[in-house]
């Protein structure tokens, strides 16, 4: 049987005395949540999908090494993003290997969305992963189209109705998986009034039928930005009133504290600037030449990862990507970089040249002239275009074209005002 009484998730008891740490490696999502609008690198956010740096599997083992001596107290090692864990099978699956490996004592634990975990269930059991969090909003394909904007099956995007249904199956599919091999299984849902708020109920007792051990039922807080920021988080009265009426069929967790993708320490204590600048100093200490050539790797403006989608002047951050050395068709993360702030003028622009010094191309969705003519001066190819990731980076390695399909043109700028992420350009 599992020991719960260490892992501060599933035990109340333990969140004074046990501590977990979250390694942020993975942060591509094959989904996009119609509540989430996933930012990088701010001390006031603490949500899931929120972190102030990516590491790569070896850097979250140094990371972690060092902090273990500094918190003792840590008995869980989580990846839950800030992305989607499966949408990064290869980084997940061989941090959780070098975690086991070196640390054999620990707690291992994953939240996903439950898209993509099948494959990996057998060796997530053989690691000895004992704890898995699945996130299900719907148990209705048809209220799941209102959830979800978009799912990606591999490469195959899938809106409405369709999606619904193949995500619902796959978590499904995964919860029985996972009771077979011993897990322990969470699933969390969100609260969302007007939309999922009067079938929270029905998702317990789907679930309950297959096994899950407990069920976390979370207010959503609305995120600026994302589809539904206008809708306000549901009153506490209604929120009570769904656990009570859930806690009948499966056990609550009501202590939930809604952590970060990089949170570390005791459930009780807050993010600290000293961690994220620890965290930063670790996703920078690896060489950013590898051999490749001078300008190796290509930056990439994205909200979630996934797809090239956000204007320069908002990007507070870009991923940085290269081809994978064994095979060139692979193209892997090598680490996230924080944008310089807005508010400096050109020296933003030129500031921001010398951080990407090892990037031929920088992919946004939109770029003024202007900070597009100071990044080309210093070498940096500026590209405008929507579309998934992947594909821009394959034509760019192959030396081929963007195809036409996911190229956009610019349509203005509005000198010396900041990019409120509508298209009118960087300030």
Avoid at 281 to 292: F, L, M
Avoid at 365 to 373: F, R, T
């Amino acid at each position: 049987m599992i020991d719960h009484s260490k892992h501060p998730c599933f035990s109340e008891a333990a969140k004074h005395s046990s501590g977990r740490i979250h390694l942020p490696v993975a942060p591509r999502c094959n989904m996009q949540c119609n509540f989430c609008n996933r930012k990088y690198d701010c001390l006031n956010e603490s949500h899931p999908g929120v972190t102030s740096a990516v590491l790569t599997p070896d850097q979250a083992l140094r990371y972690l090494r060092e902090t273990v001596v500094r918190q003792p107290r840590l008995t869980v090692v989580g990846l839950a993003g800030p992305g989607d864990p499966f949408a990064n099978p290869e980084e997940t699956m061989q941090t959780l290997r070098l975690v086991r490996r070196e640390f054999p004592e620990m707690i291992l634990c994953v939240a996903t969305n439950g898209l993509a975990i099948g494959p990996y269930i057998e060796e997530l059991a053989s690691l000895q992963v004992s704890h898995v969090t699945i996130t299900i909003n719907a148990v209705d394909p048809i209220i799941a189209s209102k959830i979800y904007s978009w799912i990606r099956d591999g490469k195959r995007p899938m809106r409405g109705e369709m999606a619904g249904a193949l995500l619902l199956r796959r978590q499904l599919e995964a919860i029985c998986a996972l009771k077979r091999h011993g897990i322990t299984v969470k699933v969390n849902s969100i609260i969302i009034p007007g939309i999922n708020d009067g079938h929270i109920i029905e998702i317990a007792r789907t679930v309950s039928k297959l096994g899950v051990d407990l069920m976390n039922c979370m207010p959503m807080a609305p995120v600026e930005g994302a589809v539904f920021q206008g809708i306000s988080s549901p009153e506490h009265t209604l929120t009570e009133s769904i656990r009570q009426s859930c806690k009948e069929i499966l056990p609550q967790m009501n202590h939930c504290t809604r952590c970060r993708a990089d949170a570390a320490g005791l459930l009780t204590e807050p993010v600290t600037t000293e961690m994220l600048h620890r965290i930063q100093a670790y996703a920078h200490e690896s060489g950013r030449q590898d051999g490749v050539g001078n300008r190796p790797y290509v930056a990439v403006a994205s909200c979630e990862g996934t797809l090239v989608n956000q204007h320069l002047g908002e990007a507070a951050s870009v991923l940085i990507f290269g081809q994978n050395p064994e095979n060139p068709e692979v193209f892997d993360l090598k680490e996230h970089r924080v944008t310089p702030e807005s508010g400096s003028g050109d020296e933003r622009w030129i500031e921001l040249a010398k951080m990407l010094v090892d990037c031929r191309v920088l992919l946004v969705k939109a770029a003024g002239p202007n900070p597009k003519k100071i990044l080309s001066s210093h070498g940096l190819k500026v590209i405008e275009m929507e579309g998934f990731i992947e594909e821009a980076l394959a034509a760019i390695y192959s030396k081929k074209n963007i195809p036409k399909t996911m190229m956009r043109r610019f349509a203005g700028c509005l000198q010396g005002i900041s990019c409120r992420g509508n298209g009118t350009g960087c300030g």
